[in-house]
């Protein structure tokens, strides 16, 4: 009687393609449907830059790139190619678009934002519609999330799930605007936020959840929890009776209990018998969940549309992701013009940590969790595309620590930054500057007197003040996913250089 499953970031079937996840997809499915009540389950992912726990799955830059890119239409494109991958491993709900706005780029999580203002993400639930498509049953189309409400970028200090202390005349009107109009957009779902507001967790208040969003706004989907959320609501370890009754009657319709779900039922059973929980309510949540099961077409069409299987890292989702890197580069120096760089009978030498690592221009989010460096999905590194572009009687030289440069090449490309995090474990509430191995990099580079140009790959601005000055150029990648090659076509200036920044550069 399980009425729905997710994958957590880097939950996958063994071996990880596409085909035996629609094969796992459609083995619960089955399962599902031969329970006594036939309702077939939903299943959630987190497809937040691609369908990026499937290996070989299309990569797209993450929020903040194509924040940077103020484009809009691309999103809702984006939105359509990232269905499409997802619908073809059988799953139906995505909890993405995160309309987070993020206002402390301490925060492990401003990757995930489109920017510091309410206005970018307000723009981008472009992909809602890309997600959904003009109908949830359309062949291809996926359920979105709204996520999280509400305030998770808002929090003291950028802590991640921490405290966002605003009145609520300011938490209106920074943080709902994205999800007014995710709402206008007819998202199907919306997930609460870990934070709290003035000290009370997100997934204890009425007030926001029940009165504002689904009164004052008009949402009629689900309101879905975040991963074992209601344990946080007494700030102690596991959860209560207390905590379920209370997030029930918040306005929660689902709870995500990774784990014990037996036990929640018992609870929640025990909580409705006593009648602290409404029948009323309950009722309501399994409307809104059964609701959208019907609106995707679930009791006609529980199984895998095998047809979207091929389109799973296709050449045709990657050119758009190529365009997507292309739009979201940010030019902010270009001393003496060393941009763009000649193509043809050019010495160009590449260093830097992020220059030939899928893992690391991809981030967190891809393929696990936390995200990991290396060969971790197949894609083009910024130097392959680099060497792509570049004319053949043109030289490519790469050095991850910058050793063997020498005066006689025309110009050095440093692509470094960060490497990946998901969530709290890239929160920095100290510096923000670069690591060891960049600094020393970028020194080996300077000694030889060759202009430089950085190239920096990172899921927010960094603290660069210290070694700016010595740089001839620099663009700001952000995470750009699989398709390096689009770093290239702005290094070489197939493209201009048309994307700004998102979030203010300390
Ligand atoms: C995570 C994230 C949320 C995600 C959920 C399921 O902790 O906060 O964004 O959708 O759990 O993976």
Redesign the pocket.
């Known amino acids: 009687r399980i009425g729905s499953v ?1 994958s ?2 880097g939950s996958a079937p063994t071996p990880n393609n596409p085909a035996s996840w629609a094969d796992m997809y459609d083995g619960f499915q089955e399962r599902a449907l031969s329970g006594p009540l036939g309702i077939p389950i939903i299943y959630g992912i ?1 497809a937040v830059h691609g369908h990026n726990n499937v290996v070989g799955a299309t990569i797209f830059p993450h929020n903040i790139g194509l924040g940077a890119t103020r484009d809009a239409e691309l999103v809702r494109d984006i939105g359509r190619a990232v269905a499409e991958e997802v619908s073809g491993t059988g799953i139906d709900w995505d ?1 993405a678009p ?1 309309l987070c706005v993020a206002r402390n780029d301490r925060w492990g999580r401003t990757y995930e934002s489109f920017g510091e203002q309410p206005e970018i993400a307000t723009a981008m639930t472009t992909l809602i519609t890309g997600l959904q498509g003009d109908s949830l049953s359309e062949p291809g189309s996926v359920l979105a999330t709204a ?2 409400y509400i305030g998770d970028g808002g929090t003291t200090g950028g802590d991640d799930q921490g405290n966002t202390e605003l009145d609520e005349a300011q938490l209106r009107a920074v943080h709902l605007p994205p999800f007014e109009e995710a709402v206008r957009r007819g998202v199907g779902s919306v ?1 609460i936020s ?1 934070s709290s507001w003035n000290g009370v967790k997100m997934h204890g208040q009425q007030h926001l959840i029940t009165d504002v969003l689904k009164n004052e706004l008009g949402f009629t989907g689900i309101v879905v929890s ?2 074992a959320g209601v344990d946080q609501i007494d700030g102690e370890r596991g959860f209560t009776a207390d905590e379920v009754r209370t997030a029930i009657n918040a306005g929660i319709d689902m709870v ?1 209990v990774p784990m014990d779900y037996v036990r929640f039922t018992e609870l929640l059973t025990a909580e409705v018998t006593a009648g602290r929980v409404t029948m009323d309510r309950v009722d309501d949540a399994n409307r809104r969940i059964l609701t959208k099961k019907f609106e995707l077409g679930l009791f006609e069409n529980p199984l895998t549309d095998r047809s979207f299987t091929g389109t799973i890292g296709s050449a045709e989702h990657r050119d758009l992701a190529r365009a997507a890197v292309r739009e979201s580069q940010v030019l902010l120096k270009n001393e003496g013009n060393v941009l763009p760089l000649a193509k043809s009978s050019n010495r160009i030498f590449v260093a830097g940590k992020n220059a030939d690592d899928i893992g690391n221009q991809s981030g967190g989010w891809t393929i696990s969790w936390q995200g990991e460096s290396g060969d971790t999905t197949p894609g083009t590194t910024i130097l392959q595309g680099i060497r792509d572009v570049a004319d053949p009687s043109t030289t490519v030289t790469y050095s991850a620590d910058g050793s063997g440069i020498d005066d006689s090449y025309q110009v050095a490309v440093a692509v470094i930054g960060e490497t990946p995090y998901a ?1 709290g474990v890239g929160d920095r509430p100290s510096g923000m500057g670069l690591d060891q191995a960049d600094v020393a990099t970028l020194q080996t580079l300077r000694d030889s007197g060759v202009p430089v140009v950085v190239v920096l790959v990172s899921g927010r601005p960094l603290d660069i003040s210290a070694q700016l000055s010595t740089w001839d150029g620099l663009v700001a990648a952000w995470l750009p996913g699989t398709e390096g090659a689009g770093v290239a076509d702005v290094l070489f200036g197939d493209h201009n250089p048309t994307g700004t920044l998102p979030m203010t550069w300390m």
């Open positions: 997710l957590g970031g987190d909890f995160c996520k999280h997930m870990y975040d991963w995500m969530e």
